[in-house]
């Protein structure tokens, strides 16, 4: 089945540490976004991708890195920058721009926590 | 800049009654919108989308949202509440005419249904 697989579901990760959390879709989307949910923040916008090898800073990106080496792939950096790394993240993929545009496929999400 | 209001953190409806989940929006020019719903530790699953004809949308489970431009609203709607219905629940906005065709969340709205 068509899908966006994120792994690892749950991570910790210590003080000071890089940590990579995965994304992959098989949808064949050319848009891909990385979103940061907090309790009664809703989603904030981290990175997003509308082609390969290109994106852009979304409204909270620093303390992130990503990269869009293929299109299936989205995987997000958190760096040791940011400094409250503790949330649960969301990726997503769409079609692109048109008449599909804002209608997400998400991931099932990975839940980050800073010990 | 676009942006949605969510204008309720919580609704609370018992099982068989209508349930009336509220949002509105900001956007320059045409908007599209879009409902999606998030279940614990879950990614969110889209809803129902309204991007131009109809006013009422009718999308899964039974949902149903009307659009109106005069008030700039997107209620989210169902004539018979379930208890598996309480789920947390996101308006999105997004324009790509005169905003941004990457979609602005809602700050989410937790829906509870009581038996």
């Known amino acids: 089945d068509g899908g966006i697989t994120q792994s690892p579901k749950y991570l910790f990760r210590k003080e000071g540490q890089n940590v990579t959390l995965s994304c992959e879709q098989n949808?064949?989307?050319?848009?891909m976004y990385w979103y940061r949910q907090d309790p009664g923040q809703g989603l904030r916008l981290i990175y997003y991708?509308?082609?390969?090898?290109?994106?852009q800073k979304g409204d909270i990106a620093e303390g992130y890195s990503v990269s869009r080496e293929k299109k299936e792939s989205f995987p997000l950096t958190v760096t040791s920058a940011q400094k409250n790394p503790t949330a649960f993240y969301l990726c997503?993929?769409?079609?692109?721009?048109?008449?599909?545009?804002?209608?997400?496929?998400f991931g099932e999400g990975s839940r980050l926590t800073v010990l | 800049a676009q942006s949605v209001a969510q204008p309720e953190d919580q609704v609370n409806v018992a099982e068989g009654n209508p349930l009336t989940v509220k949002c509105t929006y900001s956007?320059?020019?045409?908007?599209?919108l879009f409902w999606y719903v998030q279940y614990p530790n879950r990614g969110l699953q889209f809803l129902l989308k309204?991007?131009?004809?109809?006013?009422l949308v009718k999308g899964s489970y039974g949902f149903e949202a009307e659009f109106n431009k005069s008030q700039t609203s997107f209620h989210l709607k169902k004539p018979s509440a379930l208890v598996s219905d309480s789920a947390l629940y996101f308006c999105a906005v997004s324009s790509p005419w005169g905003g941004s065709y990457i979609p602005t969340f809602g700050r989410g709205t937790s829906l509870i249904v009581h038996p």
């Open positions: 997503a993929s769409s079609i692109g721009q048109g008449p599909g545009t804002g209608e997400l496929f």
């Open positions: 949808l064949n989307h050319d848009a």
């Open positions: 991708s509308q082609i390969v090898n290109d994106f």
């Open positions: 956007v320059s020019g045409n908007p599209y």
């Open positions: 309204y991007i131009t004809g109809d006013n």
